[in-house]
């Protein structure tokens, strides 16, 4: 099993940035790619950016060069910062991590972005 904990969430400014947290903890020795993923009420959960173990990345083309994903693998932790953040941004942002025993979810942290 693995647990995921996000934190860094709140209330920004468009234009302004926060920066998301994703701890792992658990078997996380499984963990293969992680991922952030938001969704917003009445609509499906969406991709954000995911990252592999080695490194590479994969973004949504709504967040392209406004939105970082990266890890640090020896403190467990991944994370996203966003800049340039616009009030279609405001969701609730999920940390993802596949591992080779399944799919596993954080609780998710909320972002909100005042116009």
């Known amino acids: 099993q693995v647990q995921l904990a996000e934190s860094g969430g709140g209330l920004v400014q468009a234009g302004g940035s926060l920066r998301l947290s994703c701890a792992a903890s658990?078997?996380?020795?499984?963990?293969?790619?992680m991922g952030w993923y938001r969704q917003v009420p009445e609509k499906q959960r969406e991709l954000v950016a995911t990252?592999?173990?080695?490194?590479?990345?994969d973004y949504a083309d709504f967040v392209k060069g406004r939105f970082t994903i990266s890890r640090d693998n020896t403190k467990n932790t991944m994370f996203l910062q966003m800049n340039n953040l616009k009030p279609e941004d405001t969701a609730l942002y999920y940390c993802?991590?596949?591992?080779?025993?399944?799919?596993?979810w954080g609780k998710g942290t909320l972002v909100t972005v005042s116009s």
């Open positions: 993802n991590a596949i591992g080779f025993a399944g799919n596993y």
């Open positions: 658990g078997s996380i020795f499984t963990i293969t790619t």
């Open positions: 990252i592999s173990r080695g490194g590479n990345t």
